[in-house]
């Protein structure tokens, strides 16, 4: 019988999800997340749990670092049923942040959180958790949410380059946490920010705002083959980042961050 880390039955009983996948080890949540997604008889919401990630894949060309003590999993969620179709996905990447940001400021009331738009969060200036979400081709109305998050794997063990960028939860509070106690809080905060999210996403929107670490900052983004510079004026409420530019203010829905100061 497979041992793990997690106390997979107190997950499932405290959270949202109806099934759960648990690996020692894969190479990427999301790659497994992606495959049981397409089968239409798998119980949703499902979770995939590993204790340890390989090849972790972040937005674009990106790879995830991960090693013992992180926490890797995506949630493969049916959104047929609800208004969030694949239109909302600037919305749903914040929300997602936005969840990890307030699990971690209920587990570490002092923390200091911030989401840098479009999913990554950051504390102390450096980047603690990264997001990714993908659409499968099929069936149509699922997606996957993968979620990679620095936890007790200090970063005093990362690659030189990552040592001045990256941070972990231990490394910041100097003490370890409970893994359970991290996934379930962020799972639950999830659940009711997505319900959110369709009733009300203006009050989310306010949070995502709050916790912008980009607004007043110069930023230099890559939009498809097009650069684009100016100072961020915030996150409206469909998720668009708003940069004042030469031309005026521009709403960006999609692109890749490269600088910011």
Known sequence: MMTSVFDLDR???????????FRAELPSTNDLALTMARDEDVRLPLLVLAERQTCGRGRGTNRWWSADGALT?????????????AE???????????????????????????????????????????????????????????????????????PEELCHSAISLCDATGHNADLDDVLIAILRVFSGHLRLL????????????????????????????????????????DGGLLLKTDQGVQRILSGVIREFR
Request: charged share 20%; proline share 4%; glycine share 8%.
């Open 73 to 85: 999993f995506s949630l493969v969620l049916d959104i047929t049923s609800s208004s969030l179709g």
């Open 88 to 158: 909302r996905l600037p919305q749903i990447s914040l929300t997602s942040a936005l969840s990890v940001c307030e699990a971690l400021q209920h587990l570490e009331p002092t923390l200091d959180v911030g989401l840098k738009w479009p999913n990554d969060i950051y504390v102390q200036q450096r980047k603690i958790c990264g997001i990714l979400i993908e659409v499968p081709s099929r069936p149509t109305g699922r997606m996957v949410v993968g979620v990679g998050l620095n936890v007790n794997n200090s970063l005093a063990d990362a």
């Open 198 to 237: 369709e009733a009300n996403p203006k009050r989310l929107q306010a949070r995502w705002q709050e916790l912008s670490i980009l607004t007043g900052c110069t930023v230099l983004l890559d939009v498809g083959r097009q650069e684009v510079r100016g100072v961020c004026q915030g996150i409206d409420a």
């Open 11 to 21: 997950i499932q009983a405290e959270t949202f999800v109806d099934e759960i996948k």
